[in-house]
T-cell receptor
Framework: QQQVKQSPQSLIVQKGGISIINCAYENTAFDYFPWYQQFPGKGPALLIAIRPDVSEKKEGRFTISFNKSAKQFSLHIMDSQPGDSATYFCAASPSGTYKYIFGTGTRLKVLA | NAGVTQTPKFQVLKTGQSMTLQCAQDMNHNSMYWYRQDPGMGLRLIYYSASEGTTDKGEVPNGYNVSRLNKREFSLRLESAAPSQTSVYFC????????????FGAGTRLSVL
């Protein structure tokens, strides 16, 4: 079974700090790597995504870094805010499909 | 524009009872999905439908059946509910093809006693 491993399970960051969440995958045949954000009682929503032909993608305070040789990708949240407190999921899409395999999630809390 | 709508939002069942979770999308998407979310397990794919008229098993299909009623609707049925099926269920949809964004509903929280 293809897997995506996510860490840490939980993270506490001070307001204004940098939040970093890491994911690693075990199969090279993935071609799309989205990150989803989920608030309590809500469904996940796409935050940012990257394809393996680029090493970094930035959207506002959110950046994905992608290391194809290490089979790792990470989410960086700059200037973290209390409103960023949520659960974050990384995912990977097997090549040639539109299915996602999700990581186990990271619960982020940003202290005011 | 409602997006992906799931009903019911909450449900309590007794072991052995059956029920159907409903999902409808109004975005004219071709593909639809059912996931379950459990603490520490992330989101796991139960079944998906690449297009109207087709369905395929995902990672954890045992104990579930699905019906792609039309392009808009994709239902998930539990024939004989078990406590292990206590979970939060999410429906999602996407335009068919590689790397397309999946849009999720708000979820159905199911407890099986």
């Amino acid at each position: 079974q293809q897997q995506v491993k996510q860490s840490p399970q939980s993270l506490i960051v001070q307001k204004g700090g940098i939040s970093i969440i890491n994911c690693a995958y075990e199969n090279t045949a993935f071609d799309y790597f989205p990150w989803y954000q989920q608030f309590p009682g809500k469904g996940p929503a796409l935050l940012i995504a990257i394809r393996p032909d680029v090493s970094e993608k930035k959207e506002g305070r959110f950046t994905i870094s992608f290391n194809k040789s290490a089979k790792q990708f990470s989410l960086h949240i700059m200037d973290s805010q209390p409103g960023d407190s949520a659960t974050y999921f990384c995912a990977a899409s097997p090549s040639g499909t539109y299915k996602y395999i999700f990581g186990t999630g990271t619960r982020l809390k940003v202290l005011a | 524009n409602a997006g992906v709508t799931q009903t019911p939002k909450f449900q309590v069942l007794k072991t052995g009872q059956s029920m159907t979770l409903q999902c409808a999308q109004d975005m004219n998407h071709n593909s639809m999905y059912w996931y379950r979310q459990d603490p520490g397990m992330g989101l796991r794919l139960i079944y998906y439908s690449a297009s109207e008229g087709t369905t395929d098993k995902g990672e954890v299909p045992n104990g579930y059946n699905v019906s792609r009623l039309n392009k808009r609707e994709f239902s998930l049925r539990l024939e004989s509910a078990a406590p292990s099926q206590t979970s939060v269920y999410f429906c999602a949809s996407s335009v068919a093809g590689r790397g397309n964004i999946q849009y999720f509903g708000a979820g159905t929280r199911l407890s099986v006693l």
